[in-house]
C-alpha cells in the first residue's frame, strides 16, 4: 500500500442502477460494470496495484430521488465500514429537491463521516447558479467540507448542439467525455462566479476534475473578461485561488498538468484517476512520470500525492 489519495474514483448501485430509467450504464463493457459495482476485495486490490491509500468514492452520474440517495449513501457507508482505512465517499445528492440534499450532505458527514459531496454538472440542464440550489452550498461551507462538481450526460435539448454531419455516436462522445463534459463543468464554475455564489459563501471549497476542466488554458482571458460582469467582493482570480480545488483524474500527460501549475496554487493541485474509466496502474506510472518531470519540488509532489487531499478532506493516509 502506498501513501497516494485519490478523488474522482467511482462505483454504482444496483437498487439506483436498476431505478435508472435511462439505463445510463447499458453501453458499458461488463468488466467496467463489474468493477463499478465491486465495493470489497477486487477494489481493494486494485488500489494496492496503483499505490493508492485512501480512494474516496463517489456514485457514477445520477438524478437520485431524496429516497434512492439516502439508500445509496446507507449502502456505501456500510462497504466503507469493511475497509475504513483505505475507502472513504462523497455523498450522492438528490438536487432536484435542494432543501432534501442539504439535509443528506448534513446527515452523511455528521453521521455516515462522508468527507463531502459530488454532484453532477447540472440538472436535465440546469445549473446551479440558480438561488434555489444554494441551500446545498451554504450548508456545505457550514459543516466545511468541499462539493465536487462533475461532469454528467447532456439533457435531450442540449444534445442537439452537439449532433451533426456524422453518426450520432460521434455526437455521443462529443456531448461527453470528447468534448463537452469538461468545457460544460468549466463554464459552470464562471456561471458559479458570475451569480455572486463566492460573494454569498466565501469559504466555499469546491472541488473539479480533469486537470481544470480546460479552465486552466483560459484562466488569463476569462480573468480580464470577467472583470466587467458587475461588482464582486473578489475577482475570479482570488475565487480560483481560494475556493476552488483541482484533481488530475483521467488526464495523465504533463503538458497540461504543467499548465495547471502554472495558473494555480500547488496546494490546491490533487492527484486523482478516475476509476475505473482509467486504471489505477496508469495513474501509478503518471505519478512517476511527473516525479522525473520537476514540475513539482519535494515538497508540492508529497503534498500532490496526499497532503493536500488530507488537508482538505481531514484524513489520514496510512503509508507502508
Known amino acids: 500500500m502506498g501513501s497516494l489519495i485519490t478523488l474522482e474514483e467511482h462505483y ?36 494496492d496495484k496503483g499505490d493508492i491509500a485512501i480512494q474516496v468514492l463517489s456514485h457514477g452520474p445520477f438524478d437520485a430521488s431524496p ?21 472513504a465517499a462523497f455523498a450522492i445528492l438528490p438536487m432536484k429537491n435542494p ?27 440546469t445549473f446551479y447558479d440558480d438561488e434555489r440550489f444554494w441551500p446545498v452550498f451554504e450548508t456545505a461551507q457550514g459543516l466545511d467540507v468541499p462539493i465536487y462538481i462533475h461532469p454528467t450526460f447532456a439533457s435531450d435539448t442540449m444534445m442537439e448542439h452537439y449532433k451533426g454531419n456524422y453518426d450520432d455516436r460521434v ?22 462566479f458570475a451569480s455572486g455564489l463566492f460573494d454569498r459563501f466565501p469559504k466555499l471549497k469546491i472541488i473539479i476534475g480533469h486537470m481544470g476542466e480546460v479552465l486552466p488554458f483560459q484562466l488569463d482571458r476569462c480573468s480580464r473578461i470577467t472583470a466587467g460582469w458587475g461588482k464582486k467582493d473578489r475577482n475570479l482570480m482570488e475565487v480560483w485561488k481560494n475556493n476552488i480545488w483541482i484533481t488530475t483524474s483521467g488526464m495523465f500527460s504533463l503538458p497540461p498538468l504543467a499548465c495547471l501549475l502554472q495558473t494555480t496554487t500547488p496546494d490546491h493541485v490533487l492527484y486523482s484517476v478516475d476509476y475505473p474509466f482509467s486504471t489505477n496502474e496508469t495513474g501509478k506510472e503518471f505519478v512517476e512520470e511527473t516525479r522525473k518531470s520537476g514540475l513539482l519540488n519535494e515538497e508540492d509532489f508529497e503534498k500532490f500525492k496526499y497532503r493536500n487531499a488530507e488537508s482538505l478532506l481531514k484524513i489520514k493516509a496510512r503509508k507502508g
Open 99 to 125: 432543501k432534501a440534499a442539504a439535509e443528506e450532505l448534513s446527515r452523511c458527514v455528521k453521521q455516515l463521516g462522508f468527507v463531502g459531496a459530488l454532484v453532477d454538472n447540472h440538472l436535465n440542464g
Open 171 to 192: 455526437a455521443s462522445a462529443l456531448s461527453t467525455y470528447g468534448w463537452a463534459w469538461h468545457t460544460e463543468t468549466g463554464l459552470h464554475f464562471l456561471r458559479l
Open 67 to 87: 429516497a434512492l440517495a439516502a439508500e445509496a449513501n446507507d449502502e456505501l457507508a456500510l462497504a466503507i465500514s469493511k475497509n475504513p482505512t483505505r475507502l
Open 12 to 47: 454504482i448501485s444496483a437498487k439506483v442502477q436498476s431505478a435508472d430509467q435511462q439505463d445510463r450504464y447499458a453501453a458499458f463493457p461488463q468488466h467496467l460494470i463489474s468493477k463499478l459495482e465491486n465495493l470489497g476485495e477486487e477494489r481493494i486490490q486494485d488500489l
